[in-house]
């Protein structure tokens, strides 16, 4: 009987990017033994020093075309607004056969932005783990990070079903569940699932900071009646939420079209004293609670599993 196939994957991985998802993608690559080399890309040197600290990577690069050099496979892991010119400097330096892929949160941009730079010969198939912190740098990622989530790959239509289902294989290594979408419906759904509720955030912390009546210590002191919970989500890293808006205008501005009708109909109900209205609808929501929780994309523990001596 012949002994089982322990080779890597990939010989040669480029993460360019070592951020929150680059170093959580090379720590859990490193746990499944994905890779024969880990090579990662930052701009800054502080970036990488951090990165060489922690050891995630096999060798760390301030120079895209000498990361890329010899990769099976180029992960594009930094801002989405940063694609485009990431995309043409290193374009010329991928090698035949090999796989280019992204985490961006978005995805018909990266089709536009990132697919004209692909030469002949190389597999372009965007995607996008729905797996995250609202912290960032490359001290931030651990390998759990895409364990049971799942990750939304969008191929362009005559994409090779061979590099398709390698990059399929790839992610269910890393511990995710993948779907496969257009990149215009990826964008839809992203943006009332996450999209939507990170504007939501944005949008109260900033009100609740600009209040005159109610001073920034009292909000602080009792946020734990609501409050606290967006401020988790308002912490996110604003550059990349900037690009996130910038990208997928047309989507969230659908969605946000229809949240202000809602918004507008429980408005009424308050007004009218409507209850049954308001209690329809906090039922109906509920449910979907409940919904996540079974599908184990959240815990079921009081407080979202926060220690028992806080309150609500
Ligand atoms: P992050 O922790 O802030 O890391 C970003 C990385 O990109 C760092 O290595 C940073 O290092 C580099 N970088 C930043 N700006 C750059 C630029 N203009 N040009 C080149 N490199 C740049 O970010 P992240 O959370 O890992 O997010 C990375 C990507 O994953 C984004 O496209 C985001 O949409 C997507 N994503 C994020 C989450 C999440 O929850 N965080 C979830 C799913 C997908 P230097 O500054 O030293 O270059």
């Given at each position: 009987m012949s002994a089982p196939?322990?080779?890597?994957?990939?010989g040669n991985v480029a993460l360019i990017g070592i951020g929150l998802i680059g170093s959580s993608m090379a720590h859990a690559m490193r746990r499944a033994n994905l890779a024969g080399h880990i090579a990662g890309y930052a701009r800054r040197p502080e970036t990488r020093a951090v990165a060489e600290k922690i050891g995630f990577a096999d060798s760390l690069h301030g120079d895209l075309a000498e990361c890329v050099k010899n990769a099976d496979l180029v992960v594009l892991?930094?801002?989405?607004?940063?694609f485009a010119e990431i995309a043409s400097e290193l374009g010329p330096h991928l090698k035949r056969g090999a796989i280019i892929t992204d985490v961006g949160s978005v995805k018909m941009a990266v089709v536009r932005d990132v697919g004209p730079f692909v030469p002949e010969g190389v597999h372009f198939i965007p995607g996008h783990p729905i797996a995250g912190t609202e912290q960032s740098g490359p001290?931030?990622?651990?390998?759990?990070?895409?364990?049971?989530r799942w990750c939304i790959l969008t191929p362009p239509p005559g994409t090779d079903v061979d590099a398709v289902a390698k990059l399929k294989t790839y992610w269910e290594k890393l511990g995710s569940n993948v779907e496969v979408m257009e990149p215009k419906h990826h964008d839809l759904v992203l943006a009332i699932v996450s999209h939507l509720p990170h504007l939501i955030a944005y949008n109260i912390v900033g009100t609740a900071a600009d209040l005159?009546?109610?001073?920034q210590s009292e909000v602080i002191k009792f946020s734990?009646?609501?409050f606290r919970d967006f401020t988790r989500i308002a912490a996110s890293d604003p550059t990349m939420w900037r690009d996130i808006f910038l990208n997928n205008r047309d989507a969230v501005l659908e969605m946000l079209g229809r949240f202000n009708e809602d918004l507008a109909a429980l408005q009424r109900a308050i007004r009218w004293g409507d209850g049954d209205a308001l209690f329809n609808l906090f039922t109906r929501t509920r449910a979907i609670r409940r919904s996540i929780v079974e599908a184990g994309q959240d815990t079921a523990a009081p407080n979202f599993g926060r220690s028992g001596k806080e309150k609500n």
């Open positions: 196939d322990s080779s890597p994957l990939f892991a930094t801002p989405v607004g940063s001290d931030s990622g651990f390998a759990e990070l895409f364990d049971g005159e009546t109610v001073t734990a009646s609501g």
